[in-house]
């Protein structure tokens, strides 16, 4: 049997640095940001129908997508978040289960799936295991400051827009506090898969 580990948490808590070093070990990961900026990196016809289906054409310029328009439009109108999420949410999916097929073809005795929105998309039933990165809001929104080109009030709209660490933290079987060194988050997230195979031994 194949293990699904799920990992989730919020906007600038550490998926990314925790995804690197879970590959550099050899762990195979799902990654759905990856797909997603993908998708907008490389849109194809299916994306632009999406887009005027759903009143976002504004966003397309010369066939290439602005994603600070559809972060303001979809953060202000909840249909055509939820419209474009839809749509969003099947292509994941769909590359998803071609990874999954592949790794368990190969027998992988354990795989990730790097998905920020697990709670929100409904899809903690795909996972075996739950580890939950989280940090302070304040530590949240200091981090996004720094590495991207973006304004705090739209930070808070995001994190309003995200399930509380409360919630999450109670449907989780493992939980890393990433506002400590990353050799803490690293130390905990080996502990956790080592606990996980010993359950499964």
Avoid: W
Wanted: proline share 2%; glycine share 2%; net charge positive.
């Amino acid at each position: 049997m194949t293990i699904f580990v799920g990992l989730t948490g919020g906007i600038a808590t550490g998926k990314s640095t925790v995804v690197k070093f879970l590959q550099k070990k050899g762990y195979k990961v799902h990654d759905s940001d990856l797909v997603v900026n993908n998708i907008y990196a490389k849109p194809n016809k299916k994306l632009f129908d999406t887009l005027k289906k759903i009143g976002l054409s504004k966003s397309i310029k010369k066939k290439k997508i602005d994603k600070s328009i559809i972060r303001d439009e979809i953060f202000s109108n909840k249909v055509k978040k939820k419209k474009l999420e839809k749509f969003i949410h099947k292509e994941v999916q769909i590359s998803r289960n071609v990874f999954i097929k592949k790794h368990k073809n190969k027998k992988n005795k354990i795989i990730f799936f790097d998905i920020p929105l697990l709670f929100e998309s409904k899809l903690t039933h795909i996972c075996h295991y739950i580890i939950l990165l989280c940090a302070p809001k304040k530590t949240k929104i200091e981090r996004v400051l720094k590495r991207k080109n973006i304004d705090k009030k739209v930070i808070i709209k995001i994190l309003k827009n995200q399930i509380d660490d409360k919630i999450k933290k109670k449907k989780s079987h493992y939980i890393i506090n990433t506002s400590k060194p990353k050799k803490h988050s690293f130390k905990m997230i080996l502990e956790a898969i080592s606990n996980i195979l010993e359950q499964n031994a």
